[in-house]
């Protein structure tokens, strides 16, 4: 006898579970299988799917409800859905992109090659989901119009209360998330929202007109960029925003599930750059892959360096006079490096985040030399002191590290600070001003003025 | 005649409509500024604050209505409502959090000194509102316990949909956002959920038990992590998630809202780790606090390069008879610095991505390292043939070089797989091992081994 026990705690894949599963598979126990994962959520079965070879998964999906397979399918990663679907017919795959939602369908069939995709949309029995699938194709994958989905439930102002339920009703399976119904005109112009606590609380014959809040209303443009959605949808804590075009007309909405995907990526993507990984790879991915997507930095890193060796090679007598300067040439280096990404990344993350007036880029610098130079001094003190104790005595070359070291600190707050403005208005992702291209330059910047530096002085 | 045309476009602050506001507040003009600002969202009121100083925003906030204003406080950065809130006495303060939702004012009373916290709980007239509060201070700020919000529509599972409707009506103020209702029983205990759309398609008639879904529900305990709850709201597109207690008890719900805000923190947090920012800085912040949280890892890093700086003091007779060595003390440093953070960041990103099975240490290992040869491998060559350019005919000094990036390669992959793993088991963020950290760990070992292969080889 099971004692029945209310279980929030959520589903976690054990390796056990997974090796039943896979025998299960062996034996084609239908039935077994269905009853051990017919309690889980569609997100859970696709975590077992990430485990399972080609073939396992297409015989697991297939044993299920074409919804819950649905579901599954829109879960998957690019990647591993890419791998997934290569095992099915277009017929197959028509039979799930009927019931998702547009927006996860045109996910799904951008990955696929174009013959495949142009099979599905014509197999495709919802001749609606064709057209949806056919007008979002036309935008950018991280634009508002990339983002968004049609399924939404809309009802025109002149309408009652209660025909607006009828519409949810008639509505219900396709539009699976309802958070407010919108208000249009005969023209589809988007006047404004009603949601749903409003219909539940409002008398069923009244008419929309009188419920609907017209002023409460945020709505982006299809080529707005996903960081603004982002952005409006985080300031206003909105759970969905309608996408107009330029008339006003409501074409669609994101949800915020999607947003947060965004956002999670963005985040991902810019980590990233810092970390000079050109291409969005993860662990798991292939030897190949991860080898590839660290080559380009590591060997451009290694460019700047043997350009910086160029540079001190020339100082080869200097050094041979006085060894002691290339001890110091790590510090330079690093500190160079290390300010830089600091005065970057302050900048990145300011230029991230839109609330409040733009500062000027006059008042900007002011207030970076004012920091940089506290530092710089502090730095050069500090340098003194310790160069003093590593080399005692030699007060000229510890002179020479404490003003080297001031000049670099300077410089690389300059550096770090404009080049990630420069990269944005070049709409380059500004970032990349954090990852190894600023240490790499800041680097051959410090060893060239300590060298000249040290030229001048010793 | 103004053409009335429905507006779309999100509100942005410009200077000339700031400097309008600023002068109305100086000549006291109150209708014409409630004229301006009434149609604004909380929200862009609060962008308008933060430009304003103390006095002004306290004259421009007093001017609103109580809602709105308490949703502009809500809304309102911990830095800049800590110093707006110092105009306002206990009993002002006690007026908003009256009727803001209950995790928002348990964070605002969080950030007022002690006095201040009893005087506002003790004075606030919703009792309830005192008990949810005194409540929810218990839990630590990052943990379920304290994003969750105690306001949310529960029903008992007995009842019927149409007292579910009464229950709505009646908590219709104090209950912002409904997405569903909690359905419990007589202890409490959670036992799934109603979602709005279902409570509008039922006959009002219906009884609980038969419309709500039992087998949806996923839920987290008051002490699961900030990351946990973000994971599994992202993994089910959640908009909310109910709180239990170990029991099983329904104690308060954590919105979808609430939670991006705690995505985008975080990965803030993650970035100024890897860039060696010590403290939650911005742009806008003072000098002074800004160098302050730059000058640790500065320091710190300076300190690793003058252990450098000792190891290669060492070698000053080497350098001495062969100058051309310290050329590419530059390329070993920054090389290791950058596999370092490469390897890191790989590792960190997958910690976080808690879908599909844990990899074990040894797989983990093993991948490691074949991807760290391939690229040692490759790295050595470029270096053996660029350094053969610069300094032509030194044979054995391009071999040294070299080797020494080999073993640099793959040392600087092996500390940078390790270091992250180590952390997030001490319960440290693995992000500190993508930071100045592992790449002074990594110039300081790089050192070593380039100056003991050059020790044995020349």
Redesign the interface.
């Known amino acids: 006898m099971e004692e029945i026990n ?1 279980q ?1 705690l ?1 589903f976690e ?1 054990t ?1 056990e579970f ?1 090796e039943e599963i896979r025998q299960l598979i062996i034996d084609q126990a239908k039935d077994e299988i269905i009853a051990k994962i017919e ?1 889980l ?1 569609p ?1 859970d079965i ?2 077992i799917l ?2 399972l070879n080609g073939d396992e998964s297409k015989y697991l999906v297939q044993l299920l409800d074409t919804k819950i397979a649905a579901a599954i399918i829109s879960a998957l990663d690019t990647d591993d859905r890419k791998k997934f679907l290569k095992n099915f017919t277009s017929k197959e795959i028509s039979a799930y992109i009927n019931i998702v939602d547009s927006d996860d369908a045109v996910d799904i069939l951008n990955e696929q090659p174009v013959r495949i995709r142009e099979e599905v949309i014509a197999l495709l029995k919802d001749r609606e989901q064709a057209r949806f699938i056919i007008d979002l194709m036309h935008y950018d994958e991280d634009c508002a119009g990339g983002l968004m989905q049609k399924e939404l439930i809309k009802i025109n102002v002149t309408q009652t209360v209660t025909e607006c ?1 009828e519409e ?2 008639r509505q ?1 399976e396709d539009v699976e ?3 407010s119904v919108y208000v249009v005109d005969d023209d589809g ?3 404004g929202t009603v949601s ?2 409003k ?3 409002a008398k069923r014959g009244s008419k929309i007109q009188d419920v609907y809040e017209a ?5 982006v ?1 299809t080529y707005s960029t996903g960081e603004e959605v982002a952005d ?6 909105l ?1 969905a925003i309608p996408v ?1 075009n330029i008339q ?1 007309r409501l074409l669609g909405r994101i949800t ?2 999607d ?3 965004f ?2 990526e963005s ?2 993507e ?3 750059v ?4 050109s291409e969005d ?4 991915d292939s ?1 190949w892959l ?2 590839r997507s ?2 380009p ?3 451009g ?6 350009l ?3 540079i ?2 020339r ?3 200097t ?3 006085l ?9 330079i ?3 160079g ?3 830089g ?2 005065s ?7 230029l991230a ?1 839109k ?3 733009d ?1 000027t880029l006059w008042k ?1 610098l002011q ?1 970076v030399f ?2 940089a130079l ?2 710089a001094l ?2 050069a003190i ?2 003194f002191g ?2 003093m104790l ?2 005692s005595g030699e007060i000229m070359l510890s002179i020479t590290v404490s003003l080297s070291l001031f000049a670099v ?1 300077m410089l690389a707050s300059l550096m770090g600070t404009i080049t990630p403005l420069v990269l944005n208005q070049l709409k380059i992702n500004p970032a990349v001003a ?1 990852g ?1 291209f600023i ?2 330059t800041n ?1 051959i910047l410090g ?1 060239g003025v300590y060298f000249m530096i040290v030229y001048f002085l010793l």
């Open positions: 209310v929030h959520p894949l390796k997974l309690d959520f997100a696709t975590s990430y485990e339920v949810i009703r219900a998330k309802v958070f112009i988007l006047l749903l606590k219909i539940i609380l002023d409460e209303i945020v709505s443009q409006l949808m985080q300031k206003y804590d759970e107009v006003g915020i599930d947003v947060v995907d956002i999670t985040a991902q810019d980590i990233q810092m970390a000079g990984i790879v993860e662990e798991d030897v991860l080898v660290r080559l930095w590591l060997i890193g290694m460019v700047g360096s043997f910086a060796a160029k001190i090679d100082f080869d007598d050094i041979a006079l060894p002691a300067i290339s001890a110091f040439i790590p510090l280096g690093s500190t490096g290390n300010v990404i600091q970057s990344s302050l900048i990145v993350q300011s985040d609330s409040g007036l500062t900007r207030k004012v920091v506290i530092n502090i730095a500090f340098a310790c160069s590593i080399d600190v954090s190894p240490t790499t680097d060893y």
